[in-house]
């Protein structure tokens, strides 16, 4: 039997790792104003060398407003993907860049792990979430 365990985001092992970089879809969990979760499918990048995730999206996304508003020390949030009895979870503060060289870095990195490169958005920003915590079942 496979236990659910933590994991270091820095550091994860191989079989964390491996999942990752496969193709799934993923979810990710926001808070709205009022504390209520919202939860909606995006596609993510995980790089523990720099212990972040990435989600690239649109700068008038309901995900960004919840993160904008929680000012510069960033936004509690969760990205999650599943597949069967295996998933894992990569939670941490987000926070909205929009300079073009990380955008340009997150719809790279997403090109390589979906397959597909997104075509061109000028209103495209980048989530980036500073990890802090990682769990998961495989």
């Excluded at 926070?95 to 997403?110: F, G, I, K, P, S």
Aim: hydrophobic letters at 35%.
């Amino acid at each position: 039997m496979t236990l659910t365990y933590s994991v270091d985001p820095g550091d994860p092992d191989a079989s964390y790792l491996s999942f990752w970089r496969e193709r799934h879809l993923c979810t990710l969990t926001t808070l709205r104003p009022d504390g209520t979760p919202h939860l909606v499918p995006v596609g993510v990048t995980y790089d523990p060398e720099q212990r972040l995730a990435r989600v690239i999206t649109n700068r008038t996304s309901a995900k960004v407003r919840h993160v904008r508003a929680a000012g510069d020390e960033g936004a509690p949030v969760a990205v999650c993907q599943v597949d069967g009895r295996r998933w894992a979870t990569l939670e941490g503060r987000a926070r909205v860049r929009t300079e073009a060289e990380r955008v340009q870095d997150a719809v790279r990195r997403y090109a390589e792990r979906y397959g597909r490169t997104p075509g061109p958005n000028p209103d495209r920003v980048v989530i980036e979430i500073a990890l802090t915590r990682a769990m998961g079942r495989g």
